[in-house]
């Protein structure tokens, strides 16, 4: 008998398995609205063009080789995240109070970034907002934090419930890390306005809270990566300290690259500087130094003014598709007469919409229309098409009535 005969089989990822039963479908007209994905109009993957362009420069560079990176990372790709997210005129940076390195996306800067501060924070508490992103409490938990939730999402208002979140980030211990995404917020496509940001920030200075920014969307939400990184600006302005963690999965759409960045905001050069050699033996033990190839793609596009602004205008390209897709799905359901207040598709922000369908709902949409997506009804806009609206609408219509 095997060693392993005792192993039990793991459940489904909750978010990836839904692209597992998708592939299992046979019907020529299944939908999968699951995985957070860009999508182009013709429901393909999209590799942007200022990529393609980066990649053939590195390809016919003959002086690059693959040697390892150091454990940090590629220096240059972590100098422009920097920037990228904090500003170019970030004081911060021009300081040197902020230590960055490379690290595997957002997932990876995660986990390292919750690493780190298990090992050297004092207070272990994260709050975490409720909903999240199924993956936040896991890496948290592993890393040995212990995680709490604020309130965040109100289903009545199907927007955010700031009168709960106040008063639980103001319950939570002293120090507590809070967990706040930076920009479109995942699954609920709720973001706090920039005067409930700045109440936000003011609650947590005052109770000495330390934020720890998930930016896996900057850029993708609004079309405009300043817009975006507002939230994270606001924080590093007052001087504190924050962490954040950034992903170039969706913003370039090198998902399958694994290239994103931590930050950690410090309040001097030489506490960011010993930060930095703590991070090292984090980096180190985990996966040594991360891989080579992303990196250079993202740190050609940035420092060349000609190359970001064509990235800029892609990423508008692919915000606006994003929006379209919420004004028409919009339409089609006023033009159904679908019972019910369907306005939170336009206003909810970046690549998901938080539909408010049960999971009977989904269930039933997904058996009867071959529509796939998290059984929380979240469905991401990014994999809808003009052509596949009315399909989702007719769906949506069955569903709720
Ligand atoms: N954080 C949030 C809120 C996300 O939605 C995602 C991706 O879906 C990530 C982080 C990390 O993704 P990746 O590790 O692919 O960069």
Redesign the pocket.
Known sequence: DSVFAAVVRAPEDPILGVTVAYNKDTSPNKLNLGV?AYRTEEGKPLVLNVVRRAEQILVNDESRVKEYLGITGLADFNKLSAKLILGADSPAIQDNRVTTVQC?????S?RVGAEFLARHYHEKTICIPNP??G??PKIFNLAGLSVKTYRYYDPATKGLDFQGLLEDLGAAPSGAIVLL?ACA??PTGVDPTLEQWEQIRQLIRSKQLLPFF?S??QGFASGSLDADAESVRMFVADGGECLA?Q????NMGL?GE?V?ALSIVCKAADVASRVESQLKLVIRPMYSNPPIHGASIVAAILKDSEMYREWTVELKAMADRILSMRQQLFEALSARGTPGDWSHIIKQIGMFTFTGLNSEQVAFMTKEYHIYMTSDGRISMAGLSSRTVPHLADAIHAAVT
Request: proline letters at 0%; aromatic letters at 16%.
């Open positions: 957070g595997l996306s957002g997932t990876g995660l999240t992103w993956n936040h995404h917020h995942n998930d896996a969307y963690a992903s170039y999965a969706k998902y694994r994103g």
